[in-house]
T-cell receptor
Framework: RKEVEQDPGPFNVPEGATVAFNCTYSNSASQSFFWYRQDCRKEPKLLMSVYSSGNEDGRFTAQLNRASQYISLLIRDSKLSDSATYLCVVNRFNKFYFGSGTKLNVKP | ETGVTQTPRHLVMGMTNKKSLKCEQHLGHNAMYWYKQSAKKPLELMFVYSLEERVENNSVPSRFSPECPNSSHLFLHLHTLQPEDSALYLC??????????????FGPGTRLTVL
């Protein structure tokens, strides 16, 4: 079983839509959690860390459910510039495990 | 310079060449990583260094040879590569901690083409 699993998509949404991505992780000892964004042919960039209490950064909200071992990312009021691949990342004992990414296409 | 830098940004080499990729981090981190990303594929971890000691070698062929002379610099020496080694090579750094690492930051990558 993969350490981190994500729906590859693509999610095709119109501008202004709300879209949610989920991610599951297999090891309950995982310690820290992140969402990264990767544009085509570029490096992954940290979007936000994910905390147990949930956290929000502008239009982006991340949630962690340790009991169910899943992480979510909600994007409100999608912009064309949100089009990218979103990577779910889990850290356990200083080793990072990457999901294969969920592709988002925001269309005019 | 800030963050994580990598040179060169693009590299074309023949199968018999020897070249090196360089990474430098300016974040004061104590761990550095090499990843490979082939076209439309997920990231593959290659090597991890913590405090200049290699702590992970993810079954990488010996034609890739890492070197970490200090906590700020990481090299990937390449020799007798194959065309299937063509990919984006990404360097990253983080701060190892007892409770698990904080965020990992990536350099812009070296796009390698092996002819």
């Amino acid at each position: 079983r993969k350490e981190v699993e994500q729906d590859p998509g693509p999610f095709n949404v119109p501008e202004g839509a709300t879209v949610a991505f989920n991610c599951t992780y297999s090891n309950s000892a995982s310690q820290s959690f992140f969402w990264y964004r990767q544009d085509c042919r570029k490096e992954p960039k940290l979007l936000m860390s994910v905390y147990s209490s949930g956290n929000e950064d502008g239009r982006f909200t991340a949630q962690l459910n340790r009991a169910s071992q899943y992480i979510s990312l909600l994007i409100r009021d999608s912009k064309l510039s949100d089009s990218a691949t979103y990577l779910c990342v889990v850290n356990r004992f200083n080793k990072f495990y990457f999901g294969s990414g969920t592709k988002l296409n925001v269309k005019p | 310079e800030t963050g994580v830098t990598q040179t060169p940004r693009h590299l074309v080499m023949g199968m018999t060449n020897k070249k090196s990729l360089k990474c430098e981090q300016h974040l004061g981190h104590n761990a550095m990583y090499w990843y490979k990303q082939s076209a439309k594929k997920p990231l593959e971890l290659m090597f991890v260094y913590s405090l200049e000691e290699r702590v992970e070698n993810n079954s990488v062929p010996s034609r890739f040879s890492p070197e970490c002379p200090n906590s700020s610099h990481l090299f990937l020496h390449l020799h007798t590569l194959q065309p299937e080694d063509s990919a984006l090579y990404l360097c990253a750094s983080s701060q190892f901690a007892v409770g698990g690492s904080n965020e990992q930051f990536f350099g812009p990558g070296t796009r390698l083409t092996v002819l």
